[in-house]
Nanobody, 125 residues
Framework: VQLQASGGGLVQAGGSLRLSCAAS????????MGWFRQAPGKERDFVAA????????SYADSAKGRFTISRDNAKNTVYLQMNSLKPEDTAVYYC???????????????????WGQGTLVTVSS
């Protein structure tokens, strides 16, 4: 599978960004998709994940109420709409597919992979 995340950039606190992740090489619609982020010097953390057909989603506490994950299986693309951004949201954001098809949503980064190239989000105060 190949994953290409895009949409990152520099934004002021309180602003919004929409990240996209285009996938190829697998039957996209059968995999849980997730977004994770990694700040400098820190581990890669879970942000959000969405079920294969899209109705179910799960969020990290830090993302609840501000971020929305969605997917378009016809376009093999998963999105992360980020609103009310804070400086602590600054990180490289990665998308990944769960390693095995179907199954439940996971928050564990070890259940996902391989990892594509991330996209940098910088939130200024």
């Amino acid at each position: 599978v190949q994953l290409q995340a895009s949409g990152g950039g520099l934004v002021q606190a309180g602003g919004s960004l929409r990240l996209s992740c285009a996938a190829s090489g697998r039957t996209f619609s059968t995999y849980v998709m997730g977004w994770f982020r990694q700040a400098p010097g820190k581990e890669r953390d879970f942000v959000a994940a969405i079920s294969p057909s899209g109705p179910l989603a799960s969020y990290a506490d830090s993302a609840k109420g501000r971020f929305t994950i969605s997917r378009d299986n016809a376009k093999n693309t998963v999105y992360l709409q980020m609103n009310s951004l804070k400086p602590e949201d600054t990180a490289v954001y990665y998308c990944a597919a769960k390693r095995t098809p179907w199954g439940g949503i996971s928050h564990d980064k070890n259940d996902f992979g391989p990892w594509g190239q991330g996209t940098l989000v910088t939130v200024s105060s």
